[in-house]
């Protein structure tokens, strides 16, 4: 459990102010990885094993004690893994919608050839 003092700040996105030139360089920009709020000069890490962001001076009080093997890496590599991972989950969702999408115009397709079928089967039955 994380004592409420230890808090998560959002990922921002951070361009440089460098005049108009500045916003032609996409190449500027750069993330700014949140800092623990307690210790603000500490830079935040992350248990893979227990899943929880701390600062190195709040390790003691917030790791899992049940927890054996602690897998602790900076929050922002955790940060870029698991944004490869969502990107990655993302496109993949994508791909399948984009197969479903086709599959249920097709279907529409065969369901409008099936109406003008029929209506020409009844248009013919009255004539």
Do not use: W
């Not at 990885?33 to 917030?62: I, K």
């Amino acid at each position: 459990m994380v004592p409420e003092l230890h808090q998560l700040c959002l990922l921002k996105r951070v361009v440089p102010h460098s005049g108009c030139d500045g916003l032609n360089k996409e190449k500027q920009r750069k993330d700014v990885v949140p800092s623990c709020t307690v210790h603000p000069t500490e830079q935040l890490l992350y248990c893979e094993c227990c899943d929880l962001v701390f600062c190195q001076q709040c390790q003691a009080t917030v790791i899992n004690k049940k927890c054996t093997q602690h897998t602790v890496i900076p929050f922002s590599i955790a940060l870029k893994r698991m944004s490869e991972i969502v990107v990655y989950r993302a496109k993949g969702r994508l791909r399948a919608l984009d197969q479903a999408h086709e599959c249920v115009s097709q279907e529409i397709d065969q369901l409008d050839k099936n109406v003008d079928k029929i209506l020409d089967q009844i248009n013919s039955t009255f004539q």
